[in-house]
């Protein structure tokens, strides 16, 4: 399961590792948490229109990357909080979902700026894997009302981390990341890449510094924490 705060965040973030373990047969849920209604600079479009045009385009990156299900939480962008609302809808979809394993950003980074919905989706997560999801006295109408059981996550794998402790290999996987991720158009100005440069190159560029040393061409890291048996 991948938890995230904007469209285009899933692939940013976990795109290589995501398309290798859809290769090796593993089950995916996207469950996205807001609607993506501030992330323009083209002032003619408005947030109606924005937000269909990047619901759309969500869909298509995750259809293109094998992805199962897609749960849209659609709070507004920039409008992650730490409630018991939100909470309660991430814990109801890893009830739902039951996930092995949970990718979220890493509401701990702090080195260089990160958006506020990254941190909050970050943290809001973290505790909906431990202990809410868990302990079937949290949120008890999961269970009674809904027919949920609760759900143990294995592990949790942050991205962004300031001091990674996981490397994937993902050189066979990066062009499939690039690819899902260039179905995210209306970002295509925000990525800020360099003239005569593609979003592409920058990709396979950070993949490819991360990878020396490590004797394969393009890798992804993150920060792992693994549940007690
Ligand atoms: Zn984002």
Redesign the pocket.
């Known amino acids: 399961m991948v938890i995230f705060?904007?469209p285009d965040?899933a692939e940013i973030g976990s795109g290589g590792v995501i398309a290798r373990w859809v290769a090796a047969g593993c089950e995916v849920t996207y469950v996205l948490c807001t609607n993506g209604s501030a992330g323009t600079a083209d002032r003619s479009l408005s947030p109606e229109q924005l937000v269909d045009r990047r619901a759309a385009e969500q869909r298509a990156a995750a259809d293109f990357m094998g992805v199962k299900n897609l749960v849209m939480l659609r709070y507004p962008d920039g409008g992650l909080e730490d409630t018991r609302e939100f909470r309660g809808d991430i814990v109801r979809a890893i009830r739902t979902h039951r996930p092995h394993t949970v990718f979220v950003h890493d509401p701990h980074r702090i080195k260089g700026f990160q958006?506020r919905?990254?941190r909050i989706a970050g943290v809001v997560a973290t505790d909906a894997v431990y202990p809410f999801a868990r302990d079937h006295l949290h949120f008890p109408e999961h269970i009674t009302d809904d027919g949920l059981e609760p759900h143990k996550v294995r592990e949790l794998w942050y991205w962004g981390p300031d001091q990674p402790d996981v490397i994937v290999d993902v050189s066979r996987f990066v062009d499939k990341q690039i690819a899902a991720l260039i179905r995210h158009e209306s970002q295509m100005p925000g990525f800020n890449v360099a003239q005569g440069q593609t979003i592409g190159d920058r990709v396979k560029k950070g993949a490819a510094d991360l990878a020396k040393g490590y004797g394969f061409k393009h890798g992804a890291v993150f920060r792992r924490l693994i549940a007690r048996r």
């Open positions: 705060a904007h965040d958006h919905d990254h």
